[in-house]
């Protein structure tokens, strides 16, 4: 669970240090880059814990469909409720298949 609460929080700031910028584009790109590379320092000092830790657990395969997991369902609330942006059946659709895609590499076969 350690693991899976540290992939979460990387990924809100690496969300953050990627998309937030969207909202502030009167904002001179050289700040953007500087303001986003400090947030995405933050984001590794919670991803590469998350990492080392969850790899007694999970193999390397399973940690990235975790934090890709946990990326999208990020993403989906950071689009809509900072960025404003509405969610469409095309998107719902594609992410279920990537949720299809963490069930077929979980599961034990």
């Known amino acids: 669970m350690k693991t899976i609460v540290l ?3 990387s990924n809100i700031f690496m969300t953050i240090a ?3 910028h969207l909202k502030h584009k009167d904002v001179p790109i050289w700040k953007v880059i500087l303001i986003s590379w400090g947030i995405a320092f933050i984001e590794y000092c919670f991803h590469v814990p998350a990492n080392r830790w969850g790899h007694a657990t999970f193999n390397a395969v399973q940690l990235k469909t975790i934090q890709e997991a946990t ?5 989906i609330g950071f689009s809509i409720y ?3 942006e509405e969610i469409r059946w095309n998107y719902i659709l594609g992410f279920g298949l990537m949720v299809a895609a963490v069930f077929v590499i979980f ?3």
């Open 71 to 75: 990326n999208l369902l990020v993403f």
């Open 107 to 109: 599961h034990k076969w």
């Open 7 to 9: 992939l979460l929080l």
């Open 82 to 84: 900072y960025l404003g």
């Open 18 to 20: 990627w998309y937030g």
